[in-house]
């Protein structure tokens, strides 16, 4: 079939198994050799965004052997797969070439059946880990003590949010009224998105034995700037990542015999999937990503994890440089410095339709978004006939 991007609202229902590949590929050649970096590595939610990039990192920069787990969907011969299938399969294919273990589960990783083929999978090909990336974006969570199916939601707290956003496709500029969530909404939002998941799985992996002394685990999160925090850090979702500092508080006290280490890590906004599902932020990333583009420090998922690993993670100095009052690992630092948010909270109240393509980067987040499917990625061919149900061979 010859596969084009089939756009609905926030997502692309069609992804581009050579585009994937290439994407793919491409964030492979870009890194750079890691010495003493990580050995054994669990990625959850390797398939897409941050994940994907750690995982690239630790194998091809530390060359570590990766195991990782996601949730993406089949091809069959009439429809596409998730690009994430096909990220997967191409992050496979190039750890096989150089030689070094990379296996991917497909599934639930909420559920314990995830957990015990994880665990499994640890003793037979692995032994024991080194480093957990948990990198989950999922807008739901099935429970697995209590069975009840959890659904974030992505709203304001308190008040009704009255905020300007972009339409990505059209560019025009209006403003709309975000409703602000009920105390369920809250309580659900942290059930998926907050700590309790990561939790589960340190104790799943502790008590199985499978992780190695000096273990360390590391959970994302984002802050962002004060334009965004009525439907981000102020909102439910922020709620949840609040609940990612006191699950790390746990954790550590969990890994104490191991010498472990449990991190929430602060990173960068950055076009992915799921931050594409989040209202308002593209017209506070558009402007974002165009002043830092002129200040000459824009990163994408791989050059911001590629920092990440190299400096506070396996870098030469001490961690401590990069933590902010409550131990969080700060990476938004460029993001968040003084002349960048000053800049865009300049052009916030002066960008409309007529000027967004000035002051924005709306080309840049429109190709970021594309380039998660598989599109607009140099040299791919995408007039030529391709066979969706690309598999492991
Ligand atoms: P993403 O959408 O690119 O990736 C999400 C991953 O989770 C995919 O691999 C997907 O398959 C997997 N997943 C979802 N549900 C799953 C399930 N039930 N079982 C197994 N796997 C599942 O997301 P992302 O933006 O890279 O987000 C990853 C983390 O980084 C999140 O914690 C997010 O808050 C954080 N973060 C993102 C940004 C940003 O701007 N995108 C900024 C800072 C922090």
Redesign the pocket.
Known sequence: MIVKPRIRGFICTTAHPAGCAANVRAQISSVAPLANGPKKVLV?????????ASRIVAAFGAGAETLG????RAPTPKRTASA?WYNNIAFEQAAAERGVYAKTLD????SDA?KAAVIDEIRESLGQIDLLVY????PV?QHPRTGVLHRSAIKPLGETFHVKTLNQDTGEVSEVDLLPATEEETAATVAVMGGEDWEFWIDALRDAGVLAPGFRTL????IGSELTWPIYWQATLGKA?EDLDRAARAINERLSDLTGEARVVV????V????SAIPVVPLYFALLFRVMKEAGNHED?IAHIERLFHTALYGDGPVDSYLDDVARIRMDDWELSAEIQAEVTRRWPIVAGHNVGELADLDGIRGDFLKIFGFGIDGVDYEADVDPTVGRG
């Open positions: 959850l939610g390797a398939s897409g965004g941050y994940g994907l787990v996601s949730f993406e994430g599934g639930d990783a909420f995830m990198s989950l974006a999922s969570r959970s994302y999160t984002y990542k990173l960068k906004a950055v992915t999937q799921a931050s998922c």
